[in-house]
């Protein structure tokens, strides 16, 4: 699978982003996936996840409030929903996959299939 996330921009704090990972290829609503970022200088960290089967969902206590994570299987694409942004959120923000994964969707390590990031700047 090929992913592709879109949707990043410059914001104010206190506004709102909704990005997208577009999945290409066959069997998308077996994949799993996780949006991870990283921001300038740290090491890249987890956001959100969505599993295949359940469609749970995972939030990191930083993000968990203000992000909402879904998918529609019949575009092929997952959805991050950003509201209250504020300056901390700004990174490069990537989605991730692995097909039929359902536990430890928090670790990058998880995850087999890596798509390019899309950036965030969010200015206070």
């Known amino acids: 699978v090929q992913l592709q996330a879109s949707g990043g921009g410059l914001v104010q704090a206190g506004d709102s982003l909704r990005l997208s990972c577009a999945a290409s290829?066959?069997?998308?609503?077996?994949?799993?996936i996780g949006w991870f970022r990283q921001a300038p200088g740290k090491e890249r960290e987890f956001v959100a996840a969505?599993?295949?089967?359940?469609?749970?969902?995972y939030y990191a206590d930083s993000v968990k409030g203000r992000f909402t994570i879904s998918r529609d299987n019949d575009r092929n694409t997952v959805y991050l929903q950003m509201s209250g942004l504020k300056p901390e959120d700004t990174a490069v923000y990537s989605c991730a996959a692995e097909i039929g994964g359902e536990k430890h969707l928090i670790w990058q390590r998880t995850y087999n299939y890596w798509g390019q990031g899309t950036l965030v700047t969010v200015s206070s």
């Open positions: 969505i599993s295949w089967s359940r469609g749970s969902t």
């Open positions: 290829g066959r069997a998308f609503s077996r994949y799993s």
